[in-house]
């Protein structure tokens, strides 16, 4: 007889992603995810497999459900600079207001703790990386007129949207952030 879950898996995944944005792979235990989703150890175990596993599985829901909409929106957008400066506006408020405010970057938050030694976690931010990237060089690509190659602006936007990720987290304001932000987009053209 097939074993009949009493739970929805991605509704459960969906809880655990925000687990570990929130708190970090190494900070959240089992025992946490248990008690957030109501999910009895052996079920997780079962449908997830280890911690590992279900950490992974939340970074790839995190990438395809949350920065890759944002991203086809960034490299469908024509409008060159303005759309990468209203892609760091939304970047900024969401970093500092609302459900998720001083949260960071689930990806960025990755970057900073023990996690990516792990080759499969690794290859994902690796994945983000580059579609970050990707879609900052699209807009970049669209701006005339720019005094560097869209790939190296491209790189470093990318290293301010984890700043600004980080930052954020740490407390900072969203006026410093939107200020930061301004300058360096006042270097490209």
């Not at 946490?32 to 992974?56: H, P, W």
């Amino acid at each position: 007889m097939p074993d009949v879950k009493h739970f929805d898996p991605d509704v459960v995944l969906d809880s655990v992603m925000g687990l570990f944005w929130r708190q970090g792979a190494a900070s959240t235990g089992i025992q946490d995810i248990v008690t957030a989703t109501g999910v009895n150890r052996s079920s997780l175990y079962s449908t997830f497999g280890g911690k590992r596993e279900l950490y992974l599985a939340a970074l790839r829901r995190y990438v395809d459900s949350r920065s890759q909409p944002v991203f086809a929106r960034l490299a469908e957008d024509d409008r060159g600079l303005p759309a990468v400066a209203d892609f760091f506006a939304g970047l900024v408020k969401t970093r500092c207001s609302g459900e998720h405010a001083r949260w960071g970057c689930m990806i960025a938050n990755a970057h900073a703790g023990g996690e990516n030694d792990d080759p499969d976690i690794s290859a994902e931010l690796a994945r983000h990386h580059d579609q970050l990237s990707a879609a900052l060089r699209t807009a970049l690509e669209r701006e005339p007129g720019l005094r560097i190659p869209a790939t190296q602006g491209a790189d470093m936007l990318a290293m301010l949207a984890y700043g600004v990720n980080l930052r954020s987290r740490a407390g900072t304001d969203q006026k410093t952030l939107n200020a930061t932000v301004k300058a360096a987009l006042s270097v490209l053209v």
